[in-house]
Every structure is written in structure tokens, then in C-alpha cells.
């Protein structure tokens, strides 16, 4: 037993005894502490399978040695980079460490106890979480049952006391996108006092036609884009988010930022894969989606019923009991993957795609674990 003086609970903000953490993936060393010689198939977090892109390893590599120095607190060159490819202006573009740091600060930003955050059901649990820090009302409505987010019932849950209305599409965990036409329609009925923020994390992996946050901005719409280079730029380390919308957005958040949120390498990593993006990203999401799809098909053929996904991730719903024995099974074998309770999905499991050999990996696994538990 520790001689150590135990911290007294009583400081602790009670607010935060209703506050569910997000429980990330387990990283790889873990696993591999635990697993041993057991070779490991991480299709766990939603990352993208390849390493970043060839000028983004350059940069890196030359920011490294200017790591005496603090970053541009304001990460202007990422800022105009994403200005410049987005026809948008970058006084209303703010980066921030990953998504989840943005995530974070907007509820700091705008929800006071006793606001309301509304958002559909499961889904991304970083926005409950930054809604229960600040002690605001987090009202959660059901995903439609393709795993897409009901805006009618999203629209239909709003009132007097909701500031923040958020719509994540593709929608983590389970893969279903919002139509463009029913967004615009949503966009427009929703009264003034509410601020939407449109969740994109998975936007790179949208089939054409799908919705474009940031053509609605620059259409004149009211609302919130939020992206990252976590997946499709394979810069999920490095912690780069970002976000943009109206005339005013970044000056209101300045207030609760941290001022060094992004740090110096990972700013100059997110300027040259914006650089680098036309020539490798295309190719990149070519085959996540022709993956997806095989692996879709595979763990039909095992007798799943994956729902159909736009987004570099499937998401199955097995039931509670065999979510379980399956996970156990699968992380035998050295394959990981995720169980969905901490994003409201009792029962699912979410499988990231990654690469051919992975998705092979998984389904031999796969039959084998569902051989073994039925
Ligand atoms: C829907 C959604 N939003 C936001 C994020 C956070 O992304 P970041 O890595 O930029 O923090 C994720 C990451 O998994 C996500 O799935």
C-alpha cells in the first residue's frame, strides 16, 4: 500500500460524476503487452491504414528540428492552406489538437448549465461529454434505423433552451450519411437561436453527391463544419482538427482555446498534406471503399448484417451477448476491434478498414470466433 496522501473528492466539481468519458480504442502496445506473440490486426479506431503522405513525412521531419521554439498560436499556415483549397475565408477556419480538442472548446464556448445540446443517438460521445462537462442538458434523440441521423426528430427535439444541434454524417459508429437535400431542408427550418454543427470527420470517404459542409458555408448557410486530418489524411497522431463557420466563430472561441493547442510539427504536417492530398488522397479512398465493401460482403457471407456505411468503418449489430464472446474471440485471435456501448450501441461491434490483408485477417477470425460461440 502507497504511503501517498490520497486527493479529497470533496474538490472534485460534482457535475463531473455524470460525465462519461470517451473510452478510446486500446493502443497497439497495450495490446501487444498482452497478447504476446500473438501477430495484431488493430481495426479498432477508425485510422487510416497508411502511413501520411510523402511530403507530410518531409515536413515533419524538417519541423523537428525547430522544436525549441513555441508553435504559431494561431496556425496561420494551416489556416491559409485550408482557406486557400476551400475558397473560404481563413479568419473564419479555427485549428485545433484534433477534433476532439474543437469539440470541446465549442461547448465550453456556447453552453452554460442548463443549455441544451441536441444530437442523435448512438453516435460520436465526445459532444456528451463536452455538454456534460459544462453542465448543460445533453437530450439525445434515435438514429433512423439505417444508422443515419433522423433530422426530423433531431428538428422535432429542439426548443427555446437548445443553443447547439448536432448532425454527424458519415455518423460514427454506424456509417450513415444524411441526404444534401434533407440537410438543406433541416438547415432551413431550424430557428435562429440554434447553432448547427455539422460533423464531417469522415467526409473524404462520402460518395460524390453526398453533402459538402463546406459548400453550405460557402453557399451563405448558418452552421459549424468540423473535419480532421485523423482519417483519410492519416495524420491521426499528430492530433489536427479543424473547423470553420460564420463571421465571428473564431473570436468567441479565443477565449477558452488553449493558446499552443496545435503543435509545430503537426502544423507543418497538415500544410503539406493539403499539398500533397491531389495526388495520393484520391487513390487512398478508392480502395477504402472497394475494402468496405469486400469486408462487408465477407462478413455477409458469415451471416452479418453490417450496415451499409459510407465512412471507413462497418458497424454490426450482434446483440449484447454475442458482442461480448465475439470481441473476446476476435482479441484471441489478435484481431481488435470495437465494441460500440460507449457510443449508446448496446451490442455492436464497429470494424475500421483497413488494409486487404487486414480484412482477410478479420474474416478468417471472424468464422472462427462465430464457430466458437454459437
Ligand atoms: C465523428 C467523429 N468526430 C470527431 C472525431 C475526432 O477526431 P480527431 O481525431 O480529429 O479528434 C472522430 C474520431 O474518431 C469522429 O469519429
Redesign the pocket.
Known amino acids: 500500500m502507497s504511503n501517498a496522501p490520497h486527493l479529497d473528492p470533496a474538490l472534485i466539481r460534482p457535475t463531473l460524476a455524470s460525465v462519461q468519458p470517451y473510452v478510446p480504442g486500446r493502443p497497439l502496445a497495450e495490446l501487444r503487452r498482452e497478447l504476446g506473440d500473438v501477430p495484431i490486426t488493430k481495426l479498432a479506431?477508425?485510422e487510416g491504414p497508411y502511413p501520411p503522405f510523402p511530403l507530410a513525412i518531409d515536413a515533419i521531419q524538417r519541423a523537428a528540428a525547430e522544436q525549441n521554439l513555441y508553435p504559431d498560436p494561431g496556425a496561420w499556415a494551416v489556416r491559409d492552406a485550408l482557406a486557400e483549397r476551400h475558397g473560404f475565408p481563413a479568419e473564419r477556419i479555427v485549428v485545433g489538437n484534433?477534433?476532439?480538442?474543437l469539440?470541446k472548446v465549442l461547448c465550453m464556448t456556447f453552453l452554460d448549465p442548463g443549455d441544451e445540446i441536441v444530437m442523435c443517438w448512438p453516435s460520436?460521445v465526445?459532444y456528451r461529454q463536452g455538454a456534460t462537462v459544462e453542465a448543460a442538458t445533453w437530450t439525445p434523440v434515435p438514429l433512423d434505423p439505417g444508422g443515419a441521423y433522423d433530422l426530423d426528430a433531431l428538428a422535432a427535439a429542439v426548443t427555446p433552451a437548445t443553443k447547439i444541434v448536432v448532425v454527424?454524417s458519415p455518423n460514427?459508429p454506424t456509417g450513415g450519411v444524411v441526404r444534401d437535400a434533407d440537410l438543406r431542408r433541416f438547415l432551413e427550418a431550424l430557428p435562429p437561436h440554434v447553432l448547427p454543427v455539422l460533423?464531417e470527420?469522415?467526409f473524404e470517404y462520402l460518395p460524390p453527391g453526398s453533402h459538402d459542409g463546406m459548400a453550405l458555408l460557402r453557399e451563405g448557410r448558418y452552421l459549424v463544419v468540423?473535419r480532421?486530418?485523423?482519417k483519410a489524411y492519416g495524420l491521426?497522431g499528430l492530433?489536427?482538427?479543424w473547423m470553420a463557420g460564420p463571421e465571428g466563430i473564431a473570436e468567441a472561441m479565443s477565449p477558452v482555446r488553449n493558446a499552443f493547442d496545435v503543435n509545430a510539427v503537426a502544423q507543418a504536417a497538415a500544410v503539406a498534406s493539403l499539398e500533397d492530398a491531389p495526388a495520393h488522397l484520391p487513390q487512398r479512398i478508392a480502395e477504402a471503399s472497394a475494402e468496405r465493401e469486400r469486408m462487408a460482403e465477407g462478413l455477409r457471407a458469415l451471416g452479418l448484417e453490417p450496415l451499409p456505411s459510407s465512412a471507413n468503418f462497418l458497424f454490426v449489430d450482434v446483440g449484447d451477448a454475442e458482442a461480448k464472446a465475439i470481441d473476446a474471440a476476435l482479441t484471441r485471435r489478435g484481431v481488435i476491434v470495437r465494441p460500440t456501448a460507449g457510443f449508446g450501441a448496446h451490442g455492436g461491434l464497429r470494424i475500421t478498414v483497413g488494409l486487404p490483408e487486414q480484412t482477410d485477417r478479420l474474416l478468417v477470425a471472424m468464422a472462427e470466433a462465430l464457430q466458437e460461440i454459437r
Do not use: L, Q
Open positions: 479506431s477508425n484534433g477534433m476532439d480538442s469539440i460520436f465526445s454527424v460514427n460533423d470527420a469522415y468540423m480532421t486530418f485523423s491521426a492530433r489536427v482538427g
